[in-house]
C-alpha cells in the first residue's frame, strides 16, 4: 500500500466507496478522479477512475497531502494548487476556505524541496560553461556592450562628457546610477550638479524633459491653495468672487 495507514486513508477510501455505490441525479456536476494519482503510478483504467464532486474532489486531493510522505508529498501539494486553474467545461468556484488551503499548499510544495544530485550536477555544470572568460560579455564595457546606451553629461563646472555605459561612468566619477538615470529620462532635474541626458543613433543630443512642480499659490480673498494654473487665473486673485 503505497498510502500511509492513519485516518486521513480511512476518511479517503470512504468518500470512494460512497462514491461507488451512489447514483447522482443527471443534471449534478461532476468530476473524473484518479483513486491512485498518476503521479504516483496510478492509470487510467476504470477501476482507478471515480466520479466525485467538486467538493468531494477537492477533499480528497487534501487528504492524499497527508496520506503519503517524502517527494510524494510535494506531488499531491502541487496537484491542489491545480484547483486554482479550470478549464471551460469545469466549474470551479472556490470559497475563500478552500482558497486559503490552495495558497497554503502552494508555499508547502515550494518549501523544503531539494534537487537531487544529479540536478545538482547539471546546474553546476550549465553556471560553470558561463564563468569568467566563458561569458560571452566577459570584460566588455562601453562600447563593447551591445546593453549600453550612448549618453552625454555635463558636470556643475560645465564639462562635457560623451560616453557610453553609464554604470561605468558613474563609479568614475563618484554617482549613483540609479539617480543618474532617472535624471537621463528627464524624472529629475539633476544628480550632484550633474546634467545627462542620450544620444540617439544620429548623434543628436536629447534633453532631458523635466518639468518642476507646479508651485502652490493661495488666494488673499478666499485664503483657497492650488497649483499656479489657468485655474488659479481664472478664478483667484483678482477675479476671485471674494475680492472686494
Known amino acids: 500500500m503505497i498510502f500511509i495507514d492513519n485516518k486521513y486513508t480511512k476518511w479517503y477510501y470512504a468518500i470512494v466507496q460512497n462514491a461507488n455505490l451512489r447514483v447522482l441525479p443527471n443534471n449534478t456536476y461532476i468530476e473524473k478522479h484518479h483513486i491512485i494519482p498518476r503521479s504516483l503510478n496510478g492509470d487510467n483504467s476504470k477501476k482507478n477512475l471515480i466520479k466525485l464532486t467538486a467538493r468531494e474532489h477537492f477533499v480528497c486531493h487534501l487528504l492524499l497531502t497527508k496520506m503519503v510522505t517524502g517527494p510524494a508529498r510535494f506531488k499531491m501539494l502541487s496537484a491542489v494548487t491545480r484547483f486554482q486553474q479550470s478549464r471551460t467545461y469545469q466549474k470551479r468556484i472556490l470559497t475563500s476556505w478552500e482558497y486559503q488551503k490552495v495558497r497554503e499548499c502552494a508555499i508547502l510544495a515550494r518549501t523544503g524541496q531539494r534537487h537531487t544530485e544529479a540536478s545538482c550536477r547539471k546546474i553546476k555544470e550549465r553556471n560553470s560553461s558561463k564563468e569568467g572568460a566563458n561569458n560571452p560579455m566577459y570584460g566588455k564595457f562601453g562600447a563593447d556592450n551591445h546593453h549600453s546606451k550612448h549618453y552625454w553629461a555635463v558636470d556643475p563646472s560645465g564639462n562635457e562628457y560623451d560616453f557610453i555605459g553609464l554604470e561605468q561612468f558613474c563609479k568614475l566619477h563618484n554617482l549613483h546610477s540609479s539617480n543618474a538615470t532617472l535624471a537621463a529620462q528627464g524624472k529629475i532635474a539633476t544628480h550632484k550638479g ?17 518639468k518642476p512642480k507646479q508651485q502652490y499659490r493661495t488666494c488673499p480673498n478666499c485664503n483657497l491653495s492650488m497649483q499656479s494654473n489657468g485655474n488659479y487665473n481664472r478664478w483667484h486673485g483678482d477675479s476671485c468672487k471674494l475680492a472686494s
Do not use: V
Not at 550633474?194 to 523635466?210: H, P, V
Open 194 to 210: 550633474w546634467q545627462i541626458g542620450y544620444i540617439d543613433n544620429n548623434g543628436t543630443k536629447i534633453k532631458s524633459s523635466y
